[in-house]
C-alpha cells in the first residue's frame, strides 16, 4: 500500500470527524471573516495536534478569509469555519469582532440593489 497522498487514494477523514461532529464553534465566523494569528498563535503553530488546525495556523500568518482557508485546504467551508473558530475560542487567532457582530443589510435593500443592477 502505498503512503496516503501519493495516488490519489490515501486515508480519507470524514468533514465530521474533524469537528467532532459539531457544525458551528462559539465563535461564529462568516465566510468573509478575515484571521490573523496571534501571538500565542504563533508560537503553537508547530505543537498543534490537528494538523488541519496547524495548517490554519500556518496560513493565518498574513490576513486570511475564512473562505480562503477553505479554499487552500481543500476543506468544506463548515469544517474551516468549525476549526477556526475554535483556534479562535483558544487564543490562537484573532479577527476583528467590531466589524463581524455588524449587522447585514436588509433583504430589502439588497432587493433594490439587484434590481437596480439588472436595469443597467
Do not use: W
Amino acid at each position: 500500500m502505498s503512503p496516503p497522498g501519493t495516488d490519489g487514494a490515501g486515508f480519507r477523514v470524514r468533514p465530521y470527524a474533524l469537528t467532532g461532529g459539531r457544525t458551528r464553534s462559539r465563535a461564529d465566523l462568516s465566510i468573509e471573516t478575515i484571521l490573523v494569528r496571534t501571538p500565542a498563535g504563533s508560537t503553537a503553530a508547530d505543537r498543534v495536534s490537528v494538523a488541519e488546525k496547524g495548517q490554519i495556523l500556518g496560513l493565518c500568518a498574513a490576513p486570511s478569509s475564512v473562505a480562503e482557508i477553505s479554499a487552500h485546504l481543500h476543506l468544506p467551508l463548515g469544517v474551516a469555519r468549525v476549526l477556526a473558530g475554535d483556534l479562535c475560542d483558544e487564543g490562537l487567532l484573532d479577527f476583528n469582532r467590531e466589524h463581524n457582530a455588524a449587522e447585514r443589510p436588509s433583504l430589502r435593500l439588497l432587493e433594490r440593489v439587484f434590481d437596480g443592477l439588472q436595469a443597467l
